[in-house]
T-cell receptor, first 116, second 116 residues
Framework: EADIYQTPRYLVIGTGKKITLECSQT?????MYWYQQDPGMELHLIHYSYGVNSTEKGDLSSESTVSRIRTEHFPLTLESARPSHTSQYLCASSENLFGGNTGELFFGEGSRLTVL | AQKITQTQPGMFVQEKEAVTLDCTYD???????LFWYKQPSSGEMIFLIYQGSYDQQNATEGRYSLNFQKARKSANLVISASQLGDSAMYFC?????????????FGTGTRLQVFP
């Protein structure tokens, strides 16, 4: 069973507010990712990190920012939320590719954000 | 260009029957990995099966098998003896990128509905 946690699970917030979505994993994985997914649609990679102090933007442009100060923690921040940010945000982590590891992603349960 | 293509937005199957979900991919990297994930309506992502590009045999995990045809660049998921609980979105994904700078790219998904 994967040990990756996201909070909050659900968040309804007004336009202009600052929000932080938390993601923590206890598996010691160096690699962590944030995906954005609208209901019933594909997952888009918005941020990823290959280790502490490493962050990169993904394939889908996002106004959010991330930080990776500790291996286990990869929070996502929106400085000023807008209705267009309404979506589900999925955090994931994976092992490094050696020793037969497949690079499988372990996902959190997701954070569903609604901006009014 | 789409790297992972799932051409079936929706599929229906009767309980106890087998169903095949299609996935084609595009990469020039000789080393890659292919994954299938299931996403029930609750939103979490559940890993089902993995196939490495150098694997000689098709992967199997219980009722799930992956029909890997490397020359055709296809990695179809076969679910045998469908159950009502199999109703969900199914995503095909490909791991691409160099060693330890890899990431997973997802297809648009197929919604499977199993009826009694």
């Amino acid at each position: 069973e994967a040990d990756i946690y996201q909070t909050p699970r659900y968040l309804v917030i007004g336009t202009g507010k600052k929000i932080t979505l938390e993601c923590s994993q206890t598996m010691g994985h160096d690699k962590m990712y944030w995906y954005q997914q609208d209901p019933g649609m594909e997952l888009h990679l918005i941020h990823y990190s290959y280790g502490v102090n490493s962050t990169e933007k993904g394939d889908l442009s996002s106004e959010s920012t991330v930080s990776r100060i500790r291996t286990e923690h990869f929070p996502l921040t929106l400085e000023s939320a807008r209705p267009s940010h309404t979506s589900q945000y999925l955090c994931a982590s994976s092992e490094n590719l050696f020793g037969g590891n497949t690079g499988e992603l372990f996902f959190g349960e997701g954070s569903r954000l609604t901006v009014l | 260009a789409q790297k992972i293509t799932q051409t079936q937005p929706g599929m229906f199957v009767q309980e106890k029957e087998a169903v095949t979900l299609d996935c084609t991919y595009d990469t020039s990297d000789p080393s890659y990995g292919l994954f299938w994930y299931k996403q029930p309506s609750s939103g979490e992502m559940i890993f089902l099966i993995y196939q490495g590009s150098y694997d000689q045999q098709n992967a199997t995990e219980g009722r799930y098998s992956l029909n890997f045809q490397k020359a055709r660049k296809s990695a179809n998921l076969v679910i045998s003896a469908s159950q009502l609980g199999d109703s969900a979105m199914y995503f095909c994904a490909m791991r691409e990128g160099a060693y330890n700078t890899d990431k997973l790219i997802f297809g648009t998904g197929t919604r499977l509905q199993v009826f009694p």
